[in-house]
C-alpha cells in the first residue's frame, strides 16, 4: 500500500524554525517528484514547494521564497520541509503528496497532514 | 497568481446530477490540459478524483466525470450519493510551471 506520513508540525513563535518530515513507503520514492502543499484553518490548499526524483532540481511558491526548504533522502524514503522565519500566516495543515515526474501537475496519494501553529 | 474561480457552495438531491465549475485564465486551465479534482471531506486528506481533465484514477466511481472548455473545467457527479458530500478542489498546471487550486466548492447532498 502506498503511503505517505507527515511528522514534525507543531506550535512555534513567530520568526521561529520547524522542520517537517513526510515518510514514504508501499512505491519507489526514488522515481518520483514530491510535494507539499497546505491549507490554513477553513481555507483552501495552496501548493507550496516541489522537487524532482533526485533532489537536484526545486521549485517554491513566490510566499515561501526565500524561508523554505525542499529536500529529499532517497536512501530514507523520507521527504522534508525546513521552514524558517516562520510568520503567523504559515499557520496550516502541511501535507505531503507524491506526483509525477517531469512536471507540477496532479497529486496522488496524500499524507494525512501536519498542523504547523505560528503564534507568540 | 490568484486561485481559479469555484462557486462556494452547490447543492443537490440523491440521485440528481451536480457540476461544479473551475475558472482561470489562458495561463492555466485554458493552456494546459492539467486540470485536477481532489474531494475532500471534514479532516481528511483530499483525494485525487480526476487528472488530466477527464481521466479517472483506478478506483473512483464512474459516476465522477471531468471536461473543459476555453477556460473553464468541469467536475460533474452524477447519481449523488450522502458520501459524496465534501469539499471539491480544482488544480491547474500554470505558465509558471507550479500549480494552482481553486478556492474549493462545499457540496451538500440534501
Known amino acids: 500500500e502506498v503511503q505517505l506520513v507527515e511528522s514534525g508540525g507543531g506550535l512555534v513563535q513567530p520568526g521561529g524554525s520547524l522542520r517537517l518530515s513526510c515518510a514514504a513507503s508501499?512505491?519507489?520514492?526514488?522515481?518520483?517528484?514530491m510535494h507539499w502543499v497546505r491549507q490554513a484553518p477553513g481555507k483552501g490548499l495552496v501548493w507550496v514547494s516541489r522537487?524532482?526524483?533526485?533532489?537536484?532540481?526545486?521549485s517554491y511558491a513566490d510566499s515561501v521564497k526565500g524561508r523554505f526548504t525542499i529536500s529529499r533522502d532517497n536512501a530514507k524514503n523520507t521527504l522534508y520541509l525546513q521552514m524558517n522565519s516562520l510568520r503567523a500566516e504559515d499557520t496550516a495543515v502541511y501535507y505531503c503528496?507524491?506526483?509525477?515526474?517531469?512536471?507540477?501537475?496532479?497529486?496522488?496519494?496524500w499524507g494525512q497532514g501536519t498542523l504547523v501553529t505560528v503564534s507568540s | 497568481q490568484s486561485a481559479l474561480t469555484q462557486p462556494a457552495s452547490v447543492s443537490g438531491s440523491p440521485g440528481q446530477s451536480i457540476t461544479i465549475s473551475c475558472t482561470g485564465t489562458s495561463s492555466d486551465v485554458g493552456g494546459y490540459n492539467y486540470v485536477s479534482w481532489y474531494q475532500q471531506h471534514p479532516g481528511k486528506a483530499p483525494k485525487l478524483m480526476i487528472y488530466e481533465v477527464s481521466n479517472r484514477p483506478s478506483g473512483v466511481p464512474d459516476r465522477f466525470s471531468g471536461s473543459k472548455s476555453g477556460n473553464t473545467a468541469s467536475l460533474t457527479i452524477s447519481g449523488l450519493q450522502a458520501e459524496d458530500e465534501a469539499d471539491y478542489y480544482c488544480?491547474?498546471?500554470?505558465?509558471?510551471?507550479?500549480?494552482?487550486f481553486g478556492g474549493g466548492t462545499k457540496l451538500t447532498v440534501l
Open positions: 508501499g512505491f519507489t520514492f526514488s522515481s518520483y517528484w
Open positions: 488544480s491547474s498546471y500554470t505558465s509558471s510551471s507550479t500549480l494552482l
Open positions: 522537487i524532482n526524483s533526485d533532489g537536484s532540481s526545486t
Open positions: 503528496a507524491r506526483g509525477i515526474v517531469g512536471a507540477t501537475i496532479w497529486f496522488d496519494p
